[in-house]
């Protein structure tokens, strides 16, 4: 075999001179100074970055998270020139089921580090069980920034579905959600024979009938509308900047942490459900994580490669636009940027499973992987004859 195409085992270990800049750079942090006006509508508050910059500076333990994260196996390997790199928790259960994991920005696998154990080993054995594989996309964390453009969406699912061949894997489901639901919709467009089903929670506005001229059918849908409204007129900057100039955001974010801290931080503080906020150490470990890799301006280059007219041959919108046919199910969780609307979602998947939550956000494995984990144990009951 290509020593390139290879999977090798990893373990996370950041240098100890990366660990003592990091430092260095949080003792000498110059907050800005802040207007009479402390509301978030102008961006995050030079309270709550006070409040991250205290804790990641004085309490927070990077080698310790490094352990929790090491206790998975990972593995890497190169895929289309790019390194590629993922945890691969296999299931001491016979009848479990191949499961892969897609997260989104501004996240990294750590998403899902509280549901890989109870999905790959159960309590009760009359659950269904997963081998779990959470890959880091490309361009994003430890798969290392990108060494070529043209990594959208469509080519990061032939990546990982090459990954799982590497891995013994000949048929999976897939779950996705933010641009992982975009990476795991197109693994069910190029891979369907291999694909048994895809669960996704629509993380984020493409099906939110931003191209609809039809009048809305009901009030869930004329809420759609006005939130994807929302989104547009006050929370969308950030995405045309990573999709257009992601080379300019990088300096700030590649010379300081607190610069990349904000840019991700606000974003976890917005689109998690007020009643189920994300951790402030789970924010620091995903700015950690980005800050040790070097991937804030490849992971941005993401939203370029779907948003814009760069896209390489193939994964242009008339791809985009097939029909994803294999059985899809959606998680809805009321404190999404924009809620998933059934009747929208069904003009593209084929629907056969619908959740609505009681709670939980954009980050839902991090807010309430409860949920979650009862979500894909309830869809792979539904789709189990279909996955060998």
């Known amino acids: 075999m290509d020593e390139d195409a290879m999977v090798r085992p990893f373990r996370i270990g950041v240098p100890g001179p990366d660990l003592d800049d990091l430092r260095r750079r949080l003792a000498t942090v110059r907050l800005p100074r802040e207007l009479d006006e402390t509301s978030w509508s102008r961006g995050v508050t030079v309270e709550a970055m006070g409040e991250l910059l205290v804790r990641w500076r004085d309490g927070y333990d990077w080698r310790a998270e490094e ?21 691969h928790r296999p299931s001491p259960r016979q009848d479990a089921h191949p499961l892969v994991l897609l997260h989104g920005w501004p996240s990294t696998v750590a998403e899902f580090r509280y549901v890989i ?7 009760d054995p009359a659950r269904p069980a997963f081998h779990v594989v959470v890959p880091s996309l490309p361009g994003f964390g430890f798969s290392g920034p990108l060494r070529e453009g043209g990594w959208g969406a469509h080519r990061m699912a032939r990546a990982i579905d090459e990954l799982l061949r590497r891995l013994g894997i ?23 024979e291999r694909v048994a089903g895809v669960h996704l929670n629509l993380g984020g ?20 509308l006005r939130r994807y409204a929302e989104y547009v007129q006050d929370g969308s900057a950030y995405a045309l900047l990573n999709a257009t100039r992601p080379q300019t955001v990088a300096y700030g974010l590649a010379d300081s942490p607190i610069g990349q801290l904000a840019w991700i931080a606000e974003k ?26 070097e991937t804030a301006a490849s992971s941005a280059r993401f939203y370029g490669e779907e948003y814009t007219p760069n896209r390489p041959p193939g994964t242009g919108p008339a791809l985009e636009r097939t029909y994803v046919d294999v059985p899809t199910a959606v998680s809805s969780f009321p404190g999404e940027i924009v809620p998933p609307i059934r009747r929208w979602a069904e003009e593209h998947y084929r629907i ?13 494995a991090l807010e309430r992987p409860d949920l979650l984990v009862e979500a894909l144990r309830g869809f792979a009951a539904q789709v189990a004859p279909s996955v060998a």
């Not at 994300?278 to 950690?288: E, G, I, M, P, R």
């Open 205 to 224: 506005v493409g099906l939110a009938g931003r191209h609809r001229t039809d009048e809305p059918a009901d009030e869930q849908e004329a809420l759609a």
């Open 117 to 123: 154990d109870e999905l790959a080993e159960p309590d």
């Open 268 to 293: 976890f503080m917005a689109w998690a459900d007020a009643a189920s906020p994300v951790a402030q150490d789970d924010v620091l470990t995903t700015a950690s994580i980005y800050w040790f890799t």
């Open 352 to 364: 056969v499973r619908w959740t609505e939550h009681p709670a939980g956000g954009h980050f839902s």
């Open 67 to 87: 352990a929790e994260l090491n206790r998975f196996p990972q593995v890497v390997t190169e895929v289309d020139g790019q390194r590629l790199h993922a945890v």
């Open 170 to 192: 000949n048929r999976y489901l897939a779950h996705g959600g933010d641009a992982g639901y975009q990476v795991a919709a197109a693994l069910g467009r190029v891979a369907p």
